[in-house]
């Protein structure tokens, strides 16, 4: 009897949200499908040097791993009924691409992306994500560009590209509900920040991003750290980091980031066979076990005892989040995760958790559709049901 139960939490209206990743819009260099990795176990290769982005993988990442796909069609109308049925959601459309996207607003955009930027991002490709969001009932959830071509000489991140970008965005009936200043500050420099970017770095330019936000675009809620792949555990993500790369903890991340509306983080609990040579794997025949089901609620508690110190009080969003990271695992899209995510739907909604971002609605392996027909995989379906009930 529902109506005599008691409450045990809470959550945000458009609790169930998806990714879709800014490289799916721009078009790009994302996640080779299993088949056509020559050794799946390959792992990080400190081979890629350059900045995220459509022509390069992630900085220190083996671009072996990646395959160019085509923005994504989000006029189609399969795409669209399959998202609609899913809302009231939000789509976040960032991901570790975004972070150096160009966003040309000029009638002739360039051909390749200026100094500093990874990919380049149209007026007709964001006017489309602009009304991808408004038929099928899903507000946007971004973070800004904030690589070397939005800095100053002295490395301080300066608003112009976002403030660019923001204002085309209203100025076309697009609504922002809510903005990130980095996707993934944890690991920095595979996200295209500047050699050297610490915590001291971040801190400095998200005292901008806030002003700036809070002046410009006052609606918008403003969400932070956006980290990853912390835990107090061994398969934790990010222990040891990526290849060479320092990582910087949500706990330093935090220290000026109190003013911000929700904390903000990611949860993988494992990386997939793509990504072998880091460790930190899983496999099909742990899908149903409680340690595996249970390392959401690790993260949680990691990520919440950061924001009890620094951020007492706030609501969380996990803007992201599989079954594993590097585009997931091959069983990511069959029946066997969708016990997974609903499992731990249930779990963070009684945990203060406001809002549930999948990664992803359409690409790799951990796609709700599939990315050729846009048909329903089985998690879609758990989704589906779950939120209509």
């Known amino acids: 009897m529902p109506s005599s139960m008691a409450s045990v939490g809470t959550v945000d209206e458009r609790f169930q949200a998806y990714n879709i990743e800014m490289l799916e819009v721009t078009g790009g260099k994302f996640w080779k499908p299993y088949k056509d990795i020559a050794k799946p176990v390959a792992g990080s290769s400190a081979a890629s040097g350059g900045v995220a982005g459509s022509g390069n993988a992630p900085a220190g990442m083996s671009p072996d791993l990646y395959q160019y796909r085509p923005p ?25 691409w975004a972070n150096t996207t160009y966003f040309a607003d000029t009638d002739a955009p360039p051909k390749d992306p200026p100094n500093g930027y990874g990919a380049v991002l149209t007026r007709q490709q964001w006017l489309c994500a602009i009304d991808f969001s408004r038929a099928v009932d899903a507000p946007i959830v971004t973070s800004m560009p904030n690589g070397e071509g939005t800095r100053r000489a002295d490395g301080l991140w300066q608003p112009d ?29 595979m996200g295209g920040a500047p050699k050297g970017y610490d915590a001291v770095a971040f801190g400095r330019d998200f005292r901008v991003f806030e002003t700036f936000m809070r002046k410009e675009y006052p609606d918008t809620k403003l969400l932070a750290p956006g980290s990853v792949g912390e835990a107090n ?16 903890h949500a706990a330093d991340l935090t220290a000026t980031t109190g003013n911000a509306d929700a904390f903000s983080y990611h949860h993988y609990g494992a990386v997939s066979r793509r990504c072998a040579a880091m460790g930190h794997q899983t496999s099909a025949d742990q899908a149903l076990s409680e340690d595996w089901l249970a390392r959401t609620d690790r993260t949680l508690a990691y990520y919440r005892s950061v924001r009890d110190k620094s951020m007492p009080g706030k609501p969380f969003w996990n803007t992201e989040t599989a079954d594993a990271a590097c585009g997931g695992n091959p069983w990511a899209g069959t029946f066997l995760d969708t016990f997974r995510y609903l499992d731990q739907l249930g779990r963070l909604a009684k945990q203060d958790v406001k809002v549930v971002a999948h990664n992803t609605l359409v690409a790799s392996n951990y796609g709700l559709l599939d990315e050729r027909t846009y048909e329903p995989k089985p998690m879609y379906c758990g989704e589906r049901c779950c939120g209509a009930s």
């Open 233 to 248: 555990a061994d398969w934790a993500v990010a222990r040891g980091g990526y290849g060479n790369q320092a990582l910087l």
């Open 72 to 96: 994504i069609d989000l006029t189609n109308r399969r795409l669209r009924a399959m998202a609609a049925a899913l809302g009231p959601a939000y789509v976040r459309i960032s991901g570790t």
């Open 161 to 189: 590209q976002a403030r660019r970008w923001l204002t085309f965005t209203k100025a076309h009936g697009g609504l922002i509900a809510a903005a990130e200043y980095f996707n993934e500050p944890t690991m920095a420099s």
